[in-house]
């Protein structure tokens, strides 16, 4: 056979399958109309929609004869205008089109057609819920509506006048009114709280409703298979798009009745970068985890083996309010401003420092001004040549002897880092065991309605518990680890007391850098990162499966972290400067009071207090550092960590004030040029927080992978929205698991509630089961990762040389106080060697007269 004859033999193929095609549309179009109420059972005739040209107003949300409201809208192209596909093919999706439009009228919905302005293939299909399929389906979707309002009185807060300043204002966007809600019944349509049927039902709402019957409404029937729904109808590009409308312009507001313009608010009062540090107002803002249809019937996996069961998104509910407040785009900017802050903060220390050196005669003070510690001194046994002044000197250790003592030393520090580093992982082992405990104890009902499921969630449980836990082993660590770095420093036998405390400070630091910090940075950068999937989980220590995170991320755990390490250390701080002296006086005094008749001297009355302490404002810098490091390496996950700061700092100056002046003695003086060993600590850790804050945003919060699905994901070709949306983003996020793979060791307990399920779902970016690369990443995952590192480099290159034009700008010294140090050196100068020069030159003419009084008188000779 020929090719020709082969191309003849298809093209005849083709057209008697489309034939048989066509005839099946035929047989499908008789089968394809459903009874429901307002229709015949026998009712063979195509419904089709109201046509009608634009009535000129843009901004009308209204069908054109203004009462009927659009709560949806579809888009399709006119087949007979399409001339890229056969007229057959065309055909076919009309017919297809024309069934399921006249299925939704037999639904009860309205629909108004009208041509596209811009492009006359277009057609645009308005949909209108009328009151009566709101009501119905409302019941059927068991949809809690309005009761009565909330009569309950409340009281105003003393501090409401300040959270006022944070909160968006009344004035613009009004507090909705809050109601007590029951499931919607029609047979109790009289005990439901119903002023105007109108706004009854919010455009929320009435959105929900009308794609339930969207998604549902059937277009087909072939060997008795049903077809259905708007999403196979987008997917086969029957319509284009299928969405609900804004409510108006976002940079505009209207002044139609009945449109609140919430959108333009939102832009205003929320989404606008100047308004970052305002509340959100949550109330406009639509929540997936907590609606009852979306996060309502997510059925998630279980998180451990065996004693876990299956349990319900909306149990997040709570928690993904709670990560709104930090999770924004405001924490960015804001993470932002603090990494340029940090430099701001650091090069105005330097100036302050400058004027302090000044003021205190700190200028120019050299090595050799300060003194040779005692303990030094003491051990001076060994002598040496000194290369400098080429004279023996007295030394406490031989090279080699010093090299044995920093070699010690240094092992030393890493031993007790590494231990812990060990306590961490007590700490995370503990999660893991504890998080089992948890779920076999509290609720197990996958709906999650009790209250205290909302709260007491096990993972809640877990991270509230770990993190008190943690908190106690850092105080008494912090213990140990002082006399531990105290102990290797006198050892090491630094020469003077600016070395001693340089050498002793890099030691604490290092050792509560780790304490502090290291639960933090697991639950930032490794918890929930190495899981695995549901069919094949990853375990710790080949027993403990690993942690997973919320479906909303570990942030609001870091928070929780944060929170209560960095209370407690306040709480703890003051208690051992402020309670315990104070005490100790206390006692003191009352010992004293049989006494107390007698006139004390001024030292005695001293001698009473509290001794300072040899390391002086030693802990006072250490615990400054400390929080400097919680304010800036993580401030994107706690941004209320630097107005705490602030608050506990005005504090702490005025009790260090009054526990300096009354519950101590006084400080023995000491000189010092700078603030030591400190300021390279800060500067570092100035420069890790761009690092760690880049990598909490990009890794660690939701922001990256909602950014990659409203601007690539929600629209095609991988979406199936015609706009920019974040509307199916949790969806989105969780990857779909088959019941039956789970192994043996790690299959849960069935729960009776779970019914016919047979997938479950996980927080991850992978295939589903079936797919040829089932349990594998997806493309959404790589998308979401390339983002991730993208952010990364760009924010961090972008604050780093905003840093350094920063640091170039702004010089250490001031130009006041460079004109006060030139101006003291050019009055020494002039004061001092100048004046001297002129006393010895007045001097040396006096002795040059009487040298020459003396040659010419007294020591002229004499002869006989």
Known sequence: ?????????????????????????????????????????????????????????????????????????????????????????????????????????????????????????????????????????????????????????????????????????????????????????????????????????????????????????????????????????????????????????????????????????LYKEWAHPLSFYKLQPLDLVSQEVCDPNIGGNIIMCPQCDQECTYWNLTITCESSKKLCIFDSFGTLVFAVFMGIWVTLFLEFWKRRQAELEYEWDTVEFLEQEEHIRPEYEARCTHVVTNEITQQEEHVPYTAFGKCVRMTFGISAVLFWILLIVASVIGIIVYRLSVFLVFSAKLPRHINGTEAIQKYLTPQAATSVTASIISFIIIMI??????????????????????????????????????????????????????????????????????????????????????????????????????????????????????????????????????????????????EMVIQF???????????????????????????????????????????????????????????????????????????????????????????????YTMKGYINNTLSVFNILDFKNESKPVPLPGLGNQTTCRYRDFRYPPGHQHQYEHNIYYWHVIAAKLSFIIVMEHVIYCVKFIVSYVIPDVSQKTKSKIKREKYLTQTLLHENHLKVMKKNMGKIADRIWKGADGTFRPKFD
């Open 477 to 622: 660590l912090n213990i140990i680890y002082e006399k531990v770095a105290i102990m290797i420093t006198d050892f090491e036998l630094p020469r003077t007391q600016t070395d001693y405390e340089n050498s002793l400070t890099m030691k604490m630091f290092l050792f509560q850098f780790v304490n502090y910090y290291s639960s933090c940075f697991y639950i930032a950068f490794f918890k929930g990162k190495f899981v695995g999937f549901p069919g094949d989980p990853v375990y710790w220590l080949g027993k403990y499966r690993n942690e997973e995170c919320d479906p909303g991320g570990c942030l609001l755990e870091l928070t929780t972290q944060l929170t209560i390490i960095m209370g407690g250390k306040a709480i703890w701080n003051n208690i051992q400067e402020v309670l315990l002296p104070w005490v100790k006086n206390l006692i003191g005094r009352c010992c004293s009071a049989a006494r107390s008749e007698k006139t004390i001297p001024r030292w005695e009355q001293d001698y009473h207090l509290q001794p300072v302490g040899k390391l002086g404002l030693f802990y006072e810098y250490l």
């Open 1 to 265: 056979m020929t090719a020709e004859n082969q191309d003849v033999l298809l093209e005849v193929e083709e057209e008697e399958e489309e034939e048989e095609d066509g005839e099946v549309v035929l047989e499908e179009l008789a089968q394809t109309i459903v009874p429901s109420y307002g229709t015949a059972p026998d009712q063979q005739k195509l419904h089709t929609s109201e046509w009608a040209e634009f009535d000129q107003k843009p901004d009308s949300l209204f069908f054109n004869d203004g009462q009927r409201r659009i709560d949806f809208v579809l888009v399709y192209e006119d087949e007979s205008k399409n001339e890229n596909r056969k007229k057959s093919v065309n055909k076919k999706q009309m017919r297809k089109r024309q069934a399921y439009e006249s299925n939704l009228i037999s639904n009860g919905l309205q629909l108004e057609a009208t041509r596209s302005v811009l492009d006359e293939k277009l057609n645009f299909v308005k949909v209108h819920a009328p009151w009566e399929v709101l009501c119905t389906y409302a019941e059927v979707m068991h949809i809690k509506l309005p009761l009565q309002p909330n009569d309950l009185k409340t009281r105003d807060s003393a501090f409401n006048w300040f959270s006022r300043l944070f909160r968006v204002d009344e004035n613009i966007i009004k507090p909705e009114q809050e109601f007590f809600t029951a499931p919607f019944e029609k047979a109790r349509l009289s005990d439901f709280y119903i002023q105007d049927k109108d706004i009854f039902f919010n455009p929320a709402t009435r959105s929900r409703i009308v794609h339930f019957i969207l998604s549902r409404v059937e277009y087909a029937v072939r060997d008795n298979v049903k077809k259905f729904g708007i999403n196979k109808l987008l997917d086969s590009g029957i319509y284009k798009a299928a969405f609900p409308l804004h409510d108006s312009r976002f940079n505009r507001q209207l002044d139609v009745p009945n449109c609140p313009s919430e959108r333009y608010l």
């Open 629 to 723: 490091g919680f304010v800036t390496l993580f401030v994107a996950s706690f941004p209320l960590a630097p107005l705490l700061a602030l608050v506990n700092n005005l504090l702490e100056i005025r009790v260090d004030a009054w526990k300096i002046t009354t519950q101590f003695r006084r400080m023995v003086p000491q000189k010092a040029q700078d603030i030591g060993a400190w300021q390279p600590i800060m500067q570092g850790i100035a420069i890790l927080a761009v690092v760690t804050n880049a990598m909490i945003i990009a890794f660690t919060s939701d922001m990256i992978p909602r950014l990659v699905y409203y601007w690539s994901f929600s629209v095609p070709p991988y979406g199936d929205h015609s706009s």
